[in-house]
């Protein structure tokens, strides 16, 4: 009986394989993933190849064109924009909840990482992500509810998409470290209308750095409202 163990894990690889080509921009929007190609590619059999593909769409990642055609989905400005608003309504909520259950000393030796971190290099920037990531990781242990985990699990796995897109600007960067050390530090403070305000301010000026630097963007200025907006 360890034929279903071994397709999971075969399914599992295929997925991460997928998952990262995607993310890295390997696989771009449009490509067309053949089960079969892909399959033989990644060196696993045509079943896992089909429960990754399965799991990639219900991310929302790919999408099924004909039963026998599936492509990585197209990513624009109004998806992004989309993609904010749930962002939003999930990241302000964990951060009221967060600021009233979670280690206060903890959001507070955090908010002092990123008032010392180094973007003068790609190593440090590195360090950058990978810190808000264990923010993230912190507001969700904080937050203790595995349903919104789960949906900012899906947001955040488009977010790599998304970031891979914009590039990178020095002064963005040091907006978004500073926007981050004021929601930790509103979290250690446990005001949750702060931290909520906060993570709204840094989304909404995280959506408006991230659509004006896409290649494509002639975005009018009323496109992003003051309403919209963590990179």
Same mark, same amino acid.
């Given at each position: 009986?360890?034929?279903?163990?071994? *397709?999971?894990?075969?399914?599992?690889?295929?997925?991460?394989?997928?998952?990262?080509?995607?993310?890295?921009?390997?696989?771009?929007?449009?490509?067309?993933?053949?089960?079969?190609?892909?399959?033989?590619?990644?060196?696993?059999?045509?079943?896992?190849?089909?429960?990754?593909?399965?799991?990639?769409?219900?991310?929302?990642?790919?999408?099924?064109?004909?039963?026998?055609? #599936?492509?990585?989905?197209?990513?624009?400005?109004?998806?992004? *924009?989309?993609?904010?608003?749930?962002?939003?309504?999930?990241?302000? #909520?964990?951060?009221?909840?967060?600021?009233?259950?979670?280690?206060?000393?903890?959001?507070?030796?955090?908010?002092?990482?990123?008032?010392?971190?180094?973007?003068?290099?790609?190593?440090?920037?590195?360090?950058?992500?990978?810190?808000?990531? *264990?923010?993230?990781?912190?507001?969700?242990a904080a937050v203790a509810n595995d349903y919104i985990?789960?949906?900012?699990?899906?947001?955040?796995?488009?977010?790599?998409?998304?970031?891979?897109?914009?590039?990178?600007?020095?002064?963005?960067?040091?907006?978004?470290?500073?926007?981050?050390?004021?929601?930790?530090?509103?979290?250690?403070?446990?005001?949750?209308?702060?931290?909520?305000?906060?993570?709204?301010?840094?989304?909404?000026?995280?959506?408006?750095?991230?659509?004006?630097?896409?290649?494509?963007?002639?975005?009018?200025?009323?496109?992003?409202?003051?309403?919209?907006?963590?990179?």
């Amino acid at each position: 009986m360890t034929l279903p163990a071994e *397709r999971t894990t075969a399914g599992d690889r295929a997925y991460a394989a997928l998952l990262d080509g995607i993310q890295s921009g390997a696989l771009a929007a449009g490509v067309v993933l053949g089960e079969v190609e892909q399959a033989e590619r990644l060196g696993v059999s045509r079943t896992p190849m089909r429960e990754a593909l399965r799991r990639l769409a219900a991310d929302g990642l790919v999408v099924q064109q004909s039963p026998r055609v #599936t492509v990585v989905a197209d990513l624009d400005a109004d998806d992004i *924009r989309a993609l904010f608003e749930i962002r939003r309504a999930l990241e302000e #909520t964990s951060a009221r909840l967060a600021a009233a259950r979670g280690d206060a000393a903890h959001f507070a030796a955090l908010a002092t990482e990123f008032a010392h971190v180094d973007l003068s290099a790609v190593e440090g920037r590195d360090a950058y992500y990978a810190l808000i990531a *264990r923010f993230d990781a912190a507001l969700d242990a904080a937050v203790a509810n595995d349903y919104i985990a789960s949906a900012l699990r899906t947001v955040r796995t488009h977010l790599v998409r998304v970031r891979r897109m914009a590039r990178d600007k020095p002064d963005r960067l040091a907006a978004s470290a500073a926007e981050h050390r004021t929601i930790a530090q509103a979290l250690a403070a446990r005001d949750g209308d702060l931290a909520a305000h906060a993570t709204h301010v840094h989304l909404h000026n995280a959506l408006t750095g991230i659509l004006d630097s896409l290649p494509d963007s002639s975005l009018p200025d009323s496109s992003v409202s003051h309403e919209e907006g963590h990179s």
